[in-house]
């Protein structure tokens, strides 16, 4: 069993879209936020209403022209309710 289903009952359109989550998670961690865009975009587009893909996008947005601090983990601390 895996967290979209029975492995053996996934389609290879799931499989491609878990590995495109991955890569796109994975380029935003390394701050590679041009790739990410891209590929976050290219998931919205299977997936429109993915809300937390588009939370990483917009953050990937903004921080292609507001890079973050070099000791950035990956982590955001929310300051306001």
Request: charged share 30%.
């Amino acid at each position: 069993m895996s967290l979209t289903g029975i492995k053996d009952h996934v389609d290879q359109k799931e499989i491609s879209m878990i590995s495109m989550w991955n890569n796109a998670i994975t380029c935003y961690r390394e701050k590679r936020f041009a790739e990410a865009v891209d590929l976050f975009s290219n998931f919205l587009q299977e997936k429109p209403n993915d809300k937390v893909t588009d939370l990483f996008l917009q953050r990937c947005i903004k921080y292609m022209t507001n890079p973050p601090d070099q000791r950035w983990d990956g982590v955001i601390n929310l300051t306001e309710k």
